[in-house]
């Protein structure tokens, strides 16, 4: 039995009283009788209604030329009349070249061919595409436009607002009632068209068929509440004086409703979690120390999976009592309580329609939980749960959380999900006024080494130091100064508490070290191929004195100017010739790349041999290429068009920078790229593509063309050498 003194939600949660409330509205309306006025139609007379400026918006996001360079010579050579009969003939095989045939052809040439047109489904991008098919077409274009909406209401289901018609009436009072992920954009949709709207619910909300009744008097109930109850019962006038009595009615019982607290339509309440076996959850702590009990462990269940989800702005609006409940719980046992529901949903099969297990990390987790989604997210085949798991991550908004997003943006496969993370990350940075590069330095973990790189475990009667070498291998040395071959068990004679805590402690650390290392190496590798640089203050504060990472960048060869140096072993700064370096305070430090350094590459590998110093990744044997004249000047690259590769090697671009192009019909990508900045990429084009979700099914893959957006005349050489290194390195 569930005691006094325990938050609301644990005793009388919310979807109880509503029910409890909604279940007795519905016996008072079964005695009184609802009104019905049967054999009403709505007005089909659908219309388009622009916001100032915004038909000319939608038009400005028409899709550019993205497809492959044989379509885009294709209609230089033929022309649109002749794209258009590829595509009435059935010989468009890529859904990017039909989307822009839609979006720039002659409109005498693709406005007839709209009836009955699907449009393909390749991306979650497509939204500004569908924007813009509607400002050019207007409603010739709006069935095709509602089927893809339909099919995705909370990417897609905006390019709706300007569309004023009784299907699309009809669809946001569904989405008003039934979908968390679209309400926002159905309350923007009756905002918008507000009592002209009125006219196009009427039948429903005086019909014989339940559902549809009570989804259009909802609807009529949010516009009645923003323009009026005489408002709308004078424009449902427009069906008759019984129309309007009617709707008077329905306003009536649904305002009463709304003073009582009662529901519009049934509330939803918890499915029970069918999968989760309750007796492998951890227990839940009360602050006393007592235990939470079984009944009010389940309504905790309910409100986590009722809570509205973590939105892609990365922000979280509680279930009604959620938040006291979890102040009333022990943290730690909460999170744990968090990892184990993770868990069992991943033992089960991962099965749909359970965001909330991933939404519950942000009111659950700790720094320990937020690791492991983020480790998650990387493991994921599943791009529902790792995008929604990244948009967790950003309302998480710790530091730990912070660095996950920035592993993920560096590490996962899919294009879209780094894409996410990246934008993520960038918003996250820019709140704090930074750069999404500026922040990962600072998200560096420190690994809770001092400033000598070191950390004492207490085992009570005994303690050891442990620290990392050059390559970043964990040492330990005893109290009498002793190097030990590693870590020691617990032994009886040790702290029962402090020595297993430590021990644990030094396995997490070895762990978190290999992670970090390695993030680290390809953040710095990707740094020297980009160009990035460094404020001489920002240098030292986040590349020289970070306990853990100085080992990494010790064993590199930097740049300011014309000027080559290397970090000490005293963490001072020394030129090829072990001369001093003084930076300037306004210098700019950057990882140099072989081009940099020119004739003293030899001389600098000399150094580092002296030192016995190995380098993290290939930074001074690195091969260096340059473009041809006729390179620079024109857009395609022939080195390599024609060759058969394999499709590993195609895939190993996608760990340097490189992102699948859009998924076309049947799920494939015919092309990669290199996104160089807003103006400009270069495009791998492939043949027979690569299968999204099985992407060894076409191990050979034939290179069809290799170009840029526009000609590479300003392209910095040392990311020219590395753009034709990855192409080099296509080849077996």
């Not at 390749?122 to 069935?143: I, K, N």
């Amino acid at each position: 039995m569930v005691g006094d003194g325990l938050s609301e939600l644990f005793t009388d949660p919310e979807w109880e009283r509503l029910a409890r409330a909604f279940e007795a509205a519905a016996a008072a309306d079964r005695t009184r009788g609802v009104p019905l006025v049967p054999g009403l139609t709505a007005p089909d007379t659908p219309s388009m209604v622009w916001e100032p400026g915004e038909r000319e918006e939608y038009l400005a996001e028409a899709p550019g030329l993205f497809f492959l360079i044989y379509h885009e010579q294709f209609l230089q050579e033929h022309g649109w009349a002749a794209l258009v009969r590829s595509y009435r003939d059935g010989q468009l095989d890529y859904p990017a070249t039909e989307i822009y045939m839609f979006a720039n052809a002659p409109e005498e040439l693709v406005r007839p061919l709209l009836g009955g047109w699907q449009p393909p489904l390749y991306s979650s991008d497509q939204l500004p595409c569908l924007r813009a098919l509607l400002a050019r077409f207007e409603l010739d274009v709006l069935p095709a436009v509602l089927q893809v909406a339909k099919l995705n209401a909370y990417e897609h289901g905006s390019v709706l607002l300007p569309v004023r018609s009784a299907a699309v009436a009809v669809l946001m009072a569904d989405w008003l009632v039934r979908l968390k992920s679209a309400r926002h954009i159905a309350r923007a949709w009756f905002s918008r068209h507000a009592l002209a709207a009125v006219p196009l619910l009427t039948p429903d909300a005086l019909g014989k068929t339940r559902v549809p009744r009570e989804k259009a008097s909802a609807a009529l109930a949010f516009i009645a509440a923003e323009c009026g109850v005489p408002e709308v019962v004078a424009a449902a006038r427009a069906h008759g004086d019984a129309a309007a009595a009617g709707i008077q009615q329905v306003l009536n019982a649904a305002f009463d409703r709304v003073r009582n607290g009662v529901p519009a339509t049934k509330p939803v309440t918890p499915s029970g979690v069918p999968w989760l076996d309750r007796d492998r959850l951890p227990r839940i702590l009360l602050r006393d120390g007592s235990v939470l009990p079984p009944v009010a462990v389940e309504r905790l269940l309910g409100a986590l999976e009722l809570a509205p989800g973590v939105t892609w702005l990365g922000t979280a609006t509680p279930y009604p009592g959620l938040v006291k409940a979890l102040e009333c719980c022990d943290r730690a046992s909460l999170a744990a309580f968090g990892r184990s529901i993770f868990e069992s949903w991943v033992a089960a099969g991962a099965p749909g329609r359970n965001g909330w297990v991933i939404d519950q990390f942000y009111w659950l987790a700790d720094e320990e939980s937020t690791r492991r989604l983020g480790a998650a997210v990387l493991r994921w085949p599943t791009a529902n749960s790792d995008r929604q798991a990244v948009n967790v991550l950003r309302a998480i908004g710790t530091d730990t959380a912070l660095a996950e997003l920035d592993r993920i943006s560096r590490r996962a496969k899919g294009p879209g999900l780094r894409s996410t993370a990246v934008e993520c990350l960038t918003t996250a940075a820019r709140e704090r006024g930074l750069s999404a590069e500026e922040i990962a330095d600072r998200l560096v973990p420190d690994l809770g080494l001092d400033a000598n790189g070191t950390l004492v475990l207490d085992y009570g009667p005994r303690r050891f130091t442990v620290g990392f070498d050059e390559k970043l291998m964990p040492f330990v040395i005893d109290a009498a100064g002793k190097p030990r071959k590693a870590l020691p068990k617990p032994a009886a004679a040790d702290d029962s508490v402090l020595a297993p805590a430590a021990y644990q402690r030094f396995t997490e650390l070895k762990k978190l070290a290999r992670a970090t290392a390695a993030d680290q190496i390809r953040r710095l590798e990707r740094a020297m191929t980009s160009g990035r640089d460094w404020s001489a203050a920002d240098f030292e504060r986040y590349l020289v004195s970070p306990p853990l990472l100085r080992h990494i960048t010790r064993r590199l060869i930097w740049t300011t100017g014309d000027l080559a140096f290397r970090i000490a072993e005293d963490l001072t700064l020394a030129d090829v010739d072990d001369a001093t370096v003084t930076l300037p305070e306004s210098a700019r430090v950057r990882i140099a790349h072989p081009l940099d350094l020119g004739d003293t590459v030899q001389d600098w590998g000399e150094v580092l041999a002296d030192y016995e110093i190995t380098q993290p990744f290939r930074q001074l044997g690195r091969a260096v290429y340059e473009l041809t004249e006729l390179e620079r000047t024109s857009r395609g690259i022939d080195r390599i068009t024609g060759v058969t590769v394999p499709v590993g090697a195609i895939l190993g671009l996608l760990g340097k920078g490189w992102e699948r192009g859009y998924k076309h019909g049947g799920g494939i990508h015919f092309e990669v790229f290199r996104r160089i900045d807003e103006k400009q990429s270069l495009t791998i084009g492939l043949d027979p593509g690569i299968v999204a979700g099985g992407a060894m099914i076409l191990a050979e893959q034939r290179i069809t063309g290799i170009y840029f957006d526009t000609p590479p005349l300003e392209l910095d050489p040392v990311l020219a050498s590395e753009l034709l290194a990855d192409l080099a390195g296509l080849v077996p």
